[in-house]
Structure formats: C-alpha cells, structure tokens
C-alpha cells in the first residue's frame, strides 16, 4: 500500500501525539512514554500546561481515590499535587478508613509548574506549543496518522489522543448579553477541529459549566469569618515520596508551607439580589440551553431549587503563595459581572472585596462517548482516542484517570501490543470508563462511590496493590519504583503476618483500647483478634508490643482494613472474580447482532450501537436482560461449533 500523502512535510514522527495539556493530556502523555512511546504533546500554550480551569483542589469522595490509582500506575497527579498543596483535609474520617477520601487544596502556579516539570523528565516525551486545527487522517484505511496546527507545523502518530477539555467551539457566558468564543477565560477556543469532527460523522452534543467570581483577599475583612487550617502539614499522596522529588526552579521541594481557608455565607440579602436578577443569568435568561454539572451547581441554580435554605456556606479559597487572590468556592455564578460584584458585597467580610475575575458560564461539545471502544479508542477511526471532558465528564481526576488509560493505550496500540482495560472491580477509573462507553451520558458525569459495586475492595490506600500487577505488565515502571512497589506490598503482607502471629497481653493493650473506647482485655489473645475491633488502630496494636517498627504507615493501614472488614471484602471479591470470568468471554466487533431473533429487539438495537467487548460489559447495557444475555451466549456458541464443522 502506498504511504498515505501526508507523510511529506513532517517536522517530526511521534507514536503517540497528545493534543492538549490539561488533566487528561499531561497524563495521557506521561502513560504513553512511561510506556516506551515516542510521544508529542501539542497545545496551545506551554504556559497553561496542567492548567486547573476552575477550583484549584485535588481529590474528594471517589475523586481521591483515582489520585491514588493514576498514582499508582505512574501518573503524576498526586506527585503534582505534594508538589503544591497548601491545604488538607482526610473527608469521611469521622467514618473510618475504608471510606476515608483525600483532598488537597492546591497552589494555582506551582500545580502548573509541577506538571509541567514532571512532563519534561521523560526524554522520549516532547511538549510542542500549537494550535492543533485538523488531524492528518488517511481516507482509505480511515486511520489517523499525525496532527497539522493552526500555525502550519505537521507531526506524524501513530495514535493521537484528543484531550481538548472545554475548549472545541467553547462559548463563555457572563448574563445574557455577553458571550465570548473562549476555551476558558482568556483563551481562543478550538472550532477548526472541532468542524473537521463534524466531517468525519462523529455524533456532538453540548454541556455547560460554570466557575465562580475570584477576589482580592487584601480587601477581606476576616475579622468574623471562620478560620480552616489545614488538618496536617504533609498528606502524601504519592507512593513516589520514597525518593527525592524534584525540586521546582525556585526551589520548592513537597509540601510547601501551608494556608488557612475561610468560611463565609451568602445570606438573605444576597438570595434576594439573585432573584432580583435572575433572568439576567445566563443559565435562567436563556441564553444557554445545554445541561451542566448537577453536582457543582450554580448559585442561581440553589437559589431556585432550595428557596427555602436560610444561607448558603461559602469557602474562601487560596489561589497561591504568590497571590492575594481567593476562589470564592460556592459561588458560581453567569450573572452579570455588576451583579455578581452586588451579591459579593452582600457576604459577611466582603462588604469591601475587590472582585478580580468574573465568575462565567461556559459552553462546549461533547462527544457522546458510547462512540469509543473500551480503550478509549474512536470506534469510527483507527488510532484516534478520546480523553477527558470531551467525553463529557466533569471533574480533572475524572480527566486525568481517563488520560492514563487512554494514553497508555496509545502507546500500546502504536507499538502494537494488546490494548489494556482495568476492570471495575480494581479501579474508579474502570467504573468511569466502563460507565462512559456502555451507558454513555445524558449530564456531565462525576465519580461518586455509589457508581462502584466494588467500593470497600477499591479504596484509597490501597491502589497499589490493585493495580500493580498491570504496572508491571504494561513496563510503566523503573526498577527503583518497582523496588519501592514490591516493599510497600511485602510490608502490608508483613503487618497482617505479624498481626496473625504475634499475641499481646492486657498490659499492653489496655491502654489502647482504653484510648479506643473499647473494653480492656482479660487474657492474651492474637494482635489480628484486637485489631478487628472497632476504632482500634493496628499501628497502636504494634507499637504497644514494640514491633512492626520496619514496616511502613500506609501499609499497616491497609492491613488493619483487611482485617477488620475480612466478611465483607470476602463477598465483594467473590462478586470481582464473577465478574472477572464474565468479562473472559469476549465478543468479537462482528457479531450480527441484528440477525440474533432469540434476542429481544431493544437488546440487538443496543448491542449493535455499543458493541461490547466481553459478556461482562454487554451485562452492564441498559436493557438487556439477564434472558438476553443467556441466548447470546447460545448463539455465539452455535455459530462457534458451526464454524468448527466447516473447518
Ligand atoms: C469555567 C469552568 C468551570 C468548571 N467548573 C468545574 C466544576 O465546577 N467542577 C468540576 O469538577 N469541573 C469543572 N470544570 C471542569 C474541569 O476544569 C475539567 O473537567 C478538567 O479540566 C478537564 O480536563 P481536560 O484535560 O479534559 O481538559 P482541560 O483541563 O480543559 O485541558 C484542555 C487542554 O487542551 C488544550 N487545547 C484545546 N484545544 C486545543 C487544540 N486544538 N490544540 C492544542 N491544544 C488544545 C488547552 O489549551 C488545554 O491545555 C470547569 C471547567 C471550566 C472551564
């Protein structure tokens, strides 16, 4: 076959290109050379790179736990995130450890130049500032094969991934009046590749989404406000703290020093400003019809919705070591900029504050992401992969975990080995990408526990060992990394080894329980025995019988999780391994569903449209029926024999 004629005039060849650098790219981009990829990471501007649109905060409820997961499998969320918190808080730990989720509030500018150094220590990994305006895509085979930027440069791929956020045909709102073409504030938005999408036949849809007013905090008056410290000083989140981190240019090394938040509320005469306005918002006036996040509404949206809410809480927010500058979170807002600075005036210690940007609300295409294979893989063309908002998602961990994945398939696929899915019982980002391309989205989609059947198996603390095994499969990992890998593991075997042999008498312990609230002990009994009571901390347990001192934190966490919640971990991994031997049973992309009479009309309808991978992923479809899936199974078996007999 003759090359395809857009092989001339490359200035570079890559496997993989990445277009964008936000949350799904930079992650996209680092799987892919983690994973022995020559990669180019093309967009618009080098500045922006990891760039965080909206609350600069890392982490929360299932959001925490994809941190941990990117982390695991060599991401660089986490480490960007140690680089540059200034703020912590462990949610849920009222409610024990199986459900505790990490959040760290970040430092705008150094999260970015964390991101951004983290990118550039891999050598096979090239940043390229441009505009990408259309992907070089070869007719006859319907492959992609490179990317063209608007300023005329042309690089080859064997795989490209489109990680373009909001930003393909982006419209910023500020009320009804104002609407400007915009990516986010203060940058063009993409329509030139958004319109050769179009020609290629992909199906696009709209969302919205919308981000608060920011103000100077030298014009705070903090004097009544509530004060939140951050928790403790160093959270790590990364298991990549056993070793140096880099340190950014002025030196910054983990963990810069820490800042308070504070808490505020808009009151009655602030709900009364929005309802005076209300149909000079954007959202409420009409000038936007699409949907946006139902879990980070706007503060017109609860204004309406809970008319009856006496206040609303509000956070102030660092922005940055280097600024004065605070995200006013719980405010989002597309009222008119004038308004915006009246409802502001009306908080309790802003009556003075200086309003230095204009919440907005912003709209973009979304392509519905059933139109991707389980891989992240366009179904319509070969090498083309779509990551993160474009998917229609919200959130930047729900951005980065697709990232990983889909970059990390790139890599793959361009170096032609087998693609790889993590599965919904070992990961968030296996029920994220799973929900996307088997149920598809009618509202932004955001990570909740509630979306995993898996959420006391698949936690926090233990992403390593979840997902380790497909590190290691899939080479994402340096021998130094994959030695701190295996210690961290063989630790956690360690401490539930030393929990089941060592035995404590009630000298030793009766101060910790007595700590714990539990009842003293009235002969000696095994450390595991102790460790399975409620509020009894296992790390307590060992340093009460001086021993386990060698043996890390985190890991004697997940031990005692292992041992306190044994009845139930047994069950959901008896219901993973079901699901497991499901998802053996692949189903080819030819099955002519539509000739299946045995199934019901709805089934072949969705299944045609879907084309699951596996039995597992085909169970998953809303509406077919568990009857449906038996004759599918008996169908393909009958044409496996009849296929067999021709042989
Ligand atoms: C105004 C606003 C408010 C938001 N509010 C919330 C919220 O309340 N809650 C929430 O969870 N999430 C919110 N988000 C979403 C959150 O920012 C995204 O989910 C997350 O950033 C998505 O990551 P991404 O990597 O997909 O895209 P982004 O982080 O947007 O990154 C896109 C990247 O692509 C680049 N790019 C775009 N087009 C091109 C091109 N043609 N060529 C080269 N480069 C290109 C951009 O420069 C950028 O680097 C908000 C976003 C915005 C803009």
Redesign the pocket.
């Known amino acids: 076959m003759a090359p395809p004629h857009f092989t001339e005039h490359l200035e570079a060849t890559f496997d993989v290109i990445v ?7 930079t992650e996209a981009a680092v799987a892919a050379a983690r994973s022995g990829a020559r990669v180019g990471i ?4 080098l500045e ?2 990891g ?5 600069p905060a890392i982490g929360g409820v299932a959001k925490g736990t994809v941190v941990r997961e990117v982390d695991a499998l060599g991401g660089i969320m986490g480490r960007a995130t140690d680089l540059a918190s200034l703020q912590f808080r462990m949610l849920n730990r009222s409610k024990g450890p199986a459900v505790w989720a990490p959040r760290a509030q970040c430092d705008r500018g150094l999260y970015r130049r964390a991101v951004r150094t983290l990118l550039e220590e891999h050598a096979s990994l090239q940043t390229i500032q ?3 305006g259309r992907l070089l895509i070869d007719a006859e085979s319907r492959a992609v094969g490179g990317v063209e930027t608007l300023e005329g440069r042309r690089f080859g791929a064997s795989a490209v991934v489109i ?6 045909r982006g419209r910023i709102h500020i009320g009804t009046e104002t609407k400007i073409s915009g ?2 504030a203060g ?1 063009s938005a ?1 329509t030139h ?1 958004a319109e050769q999408l179009d020609d290629v036949g992909l199906v696009v849809e709209r969302f919205k ?3 608060p007013p920011r103000i100077d905090g030298r014009s705070v008056d903090y004097t009544h406000l509530e004060r939140q410290d951050s928790e403790i000083d160093a959270f790590d989140y990364s298991w990549s703290h056993f070793w140096p981190t880099p340190r950014l240019t002025d030196g910054v090394s983990r963990h810069p020093a820490q800042m308070p938040c504070w808490i505020t509320f808009l009151g009655e005469s602030g709900k009364r400003i929005i309802e005076t306005n209300i149909a000079k918002s954007a959202m409420y006036g009409g000038a936007i019809a699409s949907r946006g ?1 139902r879990y ?1 509404p706007s503060v017109e949206d609860k204004i309406v919705k809970f008319p009856a809410a006496e206040r609303h809480q509000l956070f102030l927010e660092p922005e940055g070591h280097d600024t004065s500058e605070l995200y006013v979170n719980g405010l ?1 807002t597309s009222l008119p900029a004038p308004v915006q600075l009246e409802i502001l005036h009306s908080v309790p210690g802003l009556e003075r504050a200086r309003m230095t940007r204009a919440g ?1 609300a ?1 709209e973009y295409d979304y392509y519905p992401p059933t139109q991707l294979d389980a891989t992240l893989q366009v179904k319509a063309l070969r090498g083309l992969f779509f990551a ?3 998917n229609g ?4 961990e ?2 980065a975990g697709q ?1 990983l994945a889909a970059g990390l398939n790139a890599a793959r696929q361009a170096l032609g080995k087998d693609g790889i899915v993590l599965g919904r019982e070992s990961s968030y980002i296996g029920v994220l990408i799973d929900d996307l391309v088997t149920r598809g989205v009618d509202e932004p989609y ?1 990570l909740f526990t509630s979306r995993s059947e898996f959420r006391l198996t698949v936690r926090q603390d233990n992403a390593i060992r979840r997902l380790a095994a497909i590190g290691i499969e899939c080479e994402l990992y340096s021998a130094r990394e994959l030695a701190v890998i295996e210690r961290r593991l063989a630790d956690e075997d360690a401490a539930l080894r030393l929990a089941e042999t060592a035995s404590i008498v009630p000298t030793q312990a009766d101060p910790v329980l007595l700590r714990a609230g539990s009842a003293p002990l009235a002969h000696s009994v095994k450390i595991a025995e102790l460790a399975k009571r409620q509020g009894v901390s296992l790390g307590d347990l060992f340093a009460a019988v001086d021993s386990g001192r060698e043996l890390s934190a985190d890991a004697i966490i997940t031990a005692e999780l292992e041992l306190k919640y044994a009845g139930y971990f047994i069950r959901e991994r008896d219901q993973a391994a079901k699901m497991r031997r499901m998802g053996q049973f692949s189903l080819s992309e030819d099955i002519p569903y539509g000739e299946l009479q045995s199934l019901s009309f709805e089934s072949r309808q969705k299944l045609t449209a879907i084309r699951p991978s596996t039995l597992a992923q085909a169970a998953r479809i809303p509406g077919v029926s568990p009857t449906d899936l038996q004759n599918l199974v008996l169908e393909i078996e009958k044409r496996r024999r009849m296929a067999m007999t021709k042989l």
């Open positions: 277009i964008g650098a936000g949350h799904a790219g093309v967009t618009s501007a922006t790179i760039q965080m649109s909206c609350n441009g505009t990408v990680t373009t956020g909001t930003f393909l990516g986010r940058e993409a590749l989404t919308g981000t996040p980070c989002s907005y912003i993160g908002q474009i998602t919200t959130g930047y729900e951005a990232g955001r």
